[in-house]
């Protein structure tokens, strides 16, 4: 079993829908989680990290977390043209550095 | 605001020759700096981590090796490359283990 598992994709959605990612974890312990946008060819930029069970909201993105299934998603609402990206989950597991764990992402196609 | 520098952009080299990636860092004293690689299709690989000068983590057996001769740069070398050291090279900064990454722009390397 892969520690960060996602669907590689392509999700392809219309313009204007609700894009919804997915990522599942392994390690139980599990403390962060991250969502990071890379646009081909670039390098990854973070755009969301959620600590806590519930949703987390910034402008048009949404992270939902679920400790108990371990389950991180992230909401993507009025989804644009250049939302189409390769969205990376990472999360952060126990230890003394805290290592991150990236998922190998899925990747995004909305449609004009 | 934090910054990273990374060059070169895009690299091609020989097998065997030897490989020099540097990274700097501004706006931020003392971090925690990363070399990360992603092959193509693949996800993200941890390589080396660094918590100050002089000390380097690392997490795969490879031929690669990373410097910390300063606080704000962090070199990543090989004497030899092999063709599948080829990939897109990338620095990256926490400013701990809660937070996610900023990353540099990355090097293309191409093994040939």
């Known amino acids: 079993q892969k520690e960060v598992e996602q669907n590689s994709g392509p999700l392809s959605v219309p313009e204007g829908a609700i894009a919804s990612l997915n990522c599942t974890y392994s390690d139980r312990g599990s403390q962060s989680f991250f969502w990071y946008r890379q646009y081909s060819g670039k390098s990854p930029e973070l755009i969301m990290s959620i600590y806590s069970n519930g949703d987390k909201e910034d402008g048009r993105f949404t992270a939902q977390l679920n400790k108990a299934s371990q389950y991180v998603s992230l909401l993507i609402r009025d989804s644009q043209p250049s939302d189409s990206a390769t969205y990376l989950c990472?999360?952060?597991?126990?230890?003394?550095?805290?290592?991150?764990?990236f998922g190998t992402g899925t990747k995004l196609q909305v449609i004009p | 605001s934090q910054t990273i520098h990374q060059w070169p952009a895009t690299l091609v080299q020989p097998v065997g020759s030897p490989l020099s990636l540097e990274c700097t860092v501004e706006?931020?004293?003392?971090?925690?700096l990363y070399w990360y690689r992603q092959a193509a299709g693949r996800g993200l690989q941890l390589l080396f981590y660094?918590?100050?000068?002089?000390?380097i983590s690392s997490e795969v057996p490879q031929n690669l090796s990373a410097s910390r001769p300063q606080d704000r740069q962090f070199i990543l070398s090989s004497k030899k490359l092999l063709l599948s050291d080829s990939g897109f090279y990338l620095c990256?900064?926490?400013?701990?283990?809660?937070?996610?990454?900023?990353f540099g722009s990355g090097t293309r390397l191409t093994v040939v």
């Open positions: 990472a999360v952060t597991g126990r230890g003394g550095y805290q290592k991150v764990t």
């Open positions: 706006g931020t004293s003392n971090p925690n």
């Open positions: 990256a900064l926490r400013q701990g283990a809660n937070y996610g990454y900023t």
């Open positions: 660094s918590v100050g000068i002089g000390q």
